[in-house]
């Protein structure tokens, strides 16, 4: 399959299972969109009667494109045939460890955000925190499940994980003192709203965690707006301080600064310069998942209007970049060299099979955006996996599950798309978010060009 856009002065040729990306004249552009349902003749006649006034376009031109097409096609690097679909049921299949935990150590916050997934942190349940001895046992219990793994992952979690932050340098001490036993690495990462941090959480953070999740939604308005604490007051003027001195003191080490958008603020191009000109140069703004009647939710109407800023955001990260001032965009980062793997290209993220969520009380879920939901409880980590019908669906997941994904372009960077949303969105894990498709197609797009520009510019 391949896919063919115009974007930025660029003709970009797209072939999907090969990753290959072609950057071609007008000419060459026309000639492979017909390649598979015209005949030579037709080419050529066509070809000559859009561009047959240019210079250097005549018959013999278009004959030479025509070879160069088929050169590409012969040598896999265009049309090239799709041979992953069976193996990504098998991949999935064979996939018996689990990697990495998501804690949930505090089911309570200490702000009131009206966007809140987690509806503030207690994900329709009760205000909870989790015991050093649930942690424990979590940690225990992924040891026990990762095979011979090595490098393990544990995210903590909230709510807001500083809330309980006794218990999480508890629970790194205690990882920390059994790595060599198990012969296990772990990588730690932490997402808070910052209303909390100070010098000795910096200091244990950026000596601890390998990533660090900032929430912030940009420009002061929009983030006080949305980010509240219970007496109404905004977080901005708490948290920027505290992230600017944070981030300065991290020595290089990962983080990013994330924020979420809405119907609120469909120009959120101006937030993220924002963050950039704080100095922020690790950025992440996600579209709010909310049901549609929601007054946040984002509308067919917006749609228009974020392909926009997408296409703004890749044109000013361009000329930031050339200026010495360049930042990073997570929907943005694609290495179209060396990597992803092929085996997470098209099996996805985990959630239900490698990756999971632990609870303040033990109980396991797929991932986080699953907890309180009592259809997809998989068991606890004392007890292991019960729910083997709810943990097979998710290994059923994968970029090839949907009809619809199968003819999908973008279906090797999306890997069939993030079942949590297409649950929420449909019903059914197997549905199709289909706003969030269009999103992410436009944010493939834009990275894919901006790789070309890169690559013009070396």
């Known amino acids: 399959m391949v896919h063919q856009y115009k974007l930025n002065g660029y003709n970009i040729v797209l072939d999907t299972c090969s990753g290959s990306v072609h950057t071609v004249d007008e000419v060459a ?24 006034h240019l210079d250097g376009v005549d018959e013999q031109e278009v004959l030479e494109c ?145 990533n660090v999740v900032l929430s912030l939604d940009g420009r002061r308005e929009v983030n006080d707006h949305f980010r509240k604490d219970y007496a109404g007051k905004g977080s901005y003027d708490t948290i920027v301080p505290k992230f600017q001195k944070l981030v300065e003191a991290r020595g290089g080490k990962g983080y990013y600064v994330r924020g979420t958008f809405t119907h609120h603020n469909v120009d959120f191009t101006n937030d993220l310069f924002h963050m950039a000109d704080l100095g922020f140069t690790e950025l992440s703004m996600e579209p709010v998942v ?39 965009f997570y929907h943005y980062m694609l290495d179209l060299k060396n990597g992803p793997c092929i085996y997470k290209r098209i099996t996805g993220c985990g959630s239900g099979t490698e990756y999971m969520a632990v609870t303040p009380w033990g109980e396991l879920f797929p991932c986080h955006q699953f907890v309180g939901d009592p259809k997809y409880s998989l068991g606890n980590i004392w007890d292991g996996i019960k729910n083997e019908a ?44 289909q706003y969030g498709c269009e999103l992410f197609k436009k944010r493939i797009e834009c990275a894919v060009m901006m790789q070309v520009a890169d690559a013009e510019e070396a």
């Open 29 to 52: 552009y026309d000639v492979i969109a017909m390649y598979k349902s015209a005949t030579q003749e037709q080419i050529v006649a066509e070809i000559l009667k859009k561009y047959g």
């Open 290 to 328: 909310c049901p549609p009647d929601d007054p946040y939710a984002l509308t067919e109407e917006d749609l228009p209007k974020l392909f926009e800023q997408y296409e703004i955001l890749a044109k000013e990260m361009i000329k930031r970049k050339k200026e010495g001032r360049g930042f990073t």
């Open 66 to 210: 025509l070879e160069d097409v088929k050169a590409l096609e012969e040598s896999g690097k265009l049309f090239s045939e799709d041979q992953y679909e069976k193996l990504a049921y098998t991949y999935k299949n064979n996939s018996k460890v689990i990697k990495a935990l998501c804690l949930h150590v505090a089911h309570t916050c200490n702000l009131n955000c009206s966007y809140c997934f987690a509806s503030q942190g207690k994900y329709q349940g009760d205000r909870a925190i989790m015991s050093f001895e649930v942690g424990k046992q979590a940690f225990d219990f992924l040891i026990a499940n990762s095979g011979t793994r090595r490098n393990l992952e544990v995210d903590f979690f909230g709510g807001e994980p500083l809330m309980n932050w006794d218990v999480v340098k508890q629970l790194v001490a205690y990882a920390r003192s059994i790595e060599k036993e198990h012969n296990k690495n772990f990588r730690f990462t932490l997402t808070t709203n910052g209303l909390l941090i100070d010098d000795e959480v910096i200091d244990f953070l950026n000596k601890e965690m390998s």
């Open 390 to 433: 709810v943990q097979d669906e998710f290994r059923a997941c994968n970029a090839y599950a949907r009809e619809e994904c199968k003819e999908c372009w973008a279906r090797m960077y999306c890997s069939g798309g993030c079942a949590a949303n297409a649950y929420h969105a449909t019903g059914s894990i197997n549905g199709i978010y």
